[in-house]
T-cell receptor, first 111, second 117 residues
Framework: RKEVEQDPGPFNVPEGATVAFNCTYS??????FFWYRQDCRKEPKLLMS???SGNEDGRFTAQLNRASQYISLLIRDSKLSDSATYLC????????????FGSGTRLQVQP | EPEVTQTPSHQVTQMGQEVILRCVPI?????FYWYRQILGQKVEFLVS????????KSEIFDDQFSVERPDGSNFTLKIRSTKLEDSAMYFC???????????????FGPGTRLTVL
């Protein structure tokens, strides 16, 4: 089983649509969870951290289910500028700082 | 907003040559990292650095790689004898120990594209 697994997509959605991405992680001891966004040939940019209670930032909502080892990202009212690859990122091991990245889910928002 | 910077943006080198990639982390951060991303693949951890020493490294980070903080602002990655398979985007990141969860949010620089011919 991959350490961090994501559906690669692509997800092609019209502007204004709601889209959800899922991610599973293999190590139940994982501590920190993040969604990063990566545009083509650019650096990963932090979109949001994922808290145990779930959290929302504008049009973006992240959820964590520790029992199922599952993280989700919901984007409401999609904009053209949301087109990017969304990376699920996990700090897998207690005591380690290395981040483990999923392969990313590509989103294409169409006019 | 403070950000991580990296130079050069693109480095072309011949196989077997040494390269040094440079990074300036966010000024009050204490933890520094190098990651790489081979074209079309996922981002992979190489090494983390704290208090002037390596704190952890991956299997990728073999004897050909080294890191250094030569002064109070720069953080470098050296590849001693480059191979074709070292061609990738190299990202530097930095973080601080935060008082609230999640404690270790890493911020990435724009990357150096290394091309080994």
């Amino acid at each position: 089983r991959k350490e961090v697994e994501q559906d690669p997509g692509p997800f092609n959605v019209p502007e204004g649509a709601t889209v959800a991405f899922n991610c599973t992680y293999s190590n139940s001891a994982s501590q920190s969870f993040f969604w990063y966004r990566q545009d083509c040939r650019k650096e990963p940019k932090l979109l949001m951290s994922v808290y145990s209670s779930g959290n929302e930032d504008g049009r973006f909502t992240a959820q964590l289910n520790r029992a199922s080892q599952y993280i989700s990202l919901l984007i409401r009212d999609s904009k053209l500028s949301d087109s990017a690859t969304y990376l699920c990122v996990v700090n897998i091991d207690t005591g380690r700082r290395a981040l483990t990245f999923g392969s990313g889910t590509r989103l294409q928002v169409q006019p | 907003e403070p950000e991580v910077t990296q130079t050069p943006s693109h480095q072309v080198t011949q196989m077997g040559q040494e390269v040094i990639l440079r990074c300036v982390p966010i000024s009050n951060h204490l933890y520094f990292y190098w990651y790489r991303q081979i074209l079309g693949q996922k981002v992979e951890f190489l090494v983390s650095f704290y208090n002037n020493e390596i704190s952890e490294k991956s299997e990728i980070f073999d004897d050909q790689f080294s890191v250094e903080r030569p002064d109070g602002s720069n953080f470098t990655l050296k590849i001693r004898s480059t191979k074709l398979e070292d061609s990738a985007m190299y990202f530097c990141a930095s973080s601080d120990w935060e008082k609230r969860e999640p404690r270790d949010t890493q911020y990435f620089g724009p990357g150096t594209r290394l091309t080994v011919l």
